[in-house]
């Protein structure tokens, strides 16, 4: 059941995956469940919302990702959306390289425990605060997932980000308040309605830019 889930709400978001990508994310949702019981990583249970509500709610970004090499995931928990991406995109040329930035150990550690089962080549974990990482390298975006509000994301981020980087923060309903509060530095360039399969529920995705 979980496989036709996947398969059907690819198919629903214009997502073409391979047979073994698709196999490779089923893997990663039975990992998230299996450290689940112990590690309490999310508070969802059901096999098929983990479905929903964390593999389809990260892939629905994928179409815009395209021109970005370097990612950088912040907060993302059970590395979510950084794990799914990062299978979906394994074979990729050029390759887009994720590193999950997390601060909780036991998070970071299932995280590194999924990169070595699933053989990510492409998804690094970083157990650090944010403000501490210093890339030598600085990533072409930066993405979150219900990390923060808005100007917070930005903030705690900046310093990640290339000249011309992007913030990429996932949100639920349309977020015109947080929006209100960004520093004057900072703009939205593109606001995105996204429409998630079997979720039920509003999400968006904020793009952001250095003015």
């Known amino acids: 059941m979980s496989a036709i889930t996947l398969e059907r709400g ?42 929903t509500h964390h593999l ?12 970005i090499e370097r990612l950088a995931d912040i907060g993302s928990g059970g590395g979510l959306p950084g794990i799914p991406l990062a299978i979906a995109t394994a074979g990729r040329q ?8 997390e601060t909780v150990n ?3 550690s299932f995280q590194q425990q999924a990169k070595i089962e699933l053989g990510l080549a492409n998804f690094t974990v970083l157990n650090e605060r944010v403000e501490n990482v210093r890339p030598e390298q600085p990533f072409d975006a930066v993405i979150s997932r219900a ?41 939205v360039v593109e606001a995105v309605p ?3 399969p079997g979720l039920g529920a509003d999400r968006h995705l904020i793009i952001v830019e250095k003015s």
Do not use: C
């Not at 709610?57 to 990702?65: A, F």
């Not at 923060?148 to 015109?176: I, N």
């Open 106 to 108: 036991k998070k970071a």
């Open 10 to 51: 690819l198919a629903e978001m214009g997502i073409e995956l391979p047979a073994e990508v698709q196999a490779r994310l089923l893997d990663f949702a039975a990992l998230l469940q299996k450290w689940n019981k112990v590690y309490n990583l999310t508070s969802i249970r059901d096999a098929g919302q983990v479905i």
């Open 194 to 196: 996204l429409t998630v």
């Open 56 to 67: 389809l709610d990260s892939l629905v970004v994928l179409p815009r990702l395209a021109g």
């Open 147 to 187: 990390f923060s509000e808005l100007a917070d994301f930005v903030g705690l981020t900046q310093h990640l980000l290339r000249p011309g980087g992007r913030f990429l923060a996932m949100k639920g309903v349309y977020p015109r308040d947080e929006i209100a509060r960004l520093p004057a530095a900072f703009r």
């Open 94 to 101: 050029p390759a887009l390289a994720i590193s999950s930035i």
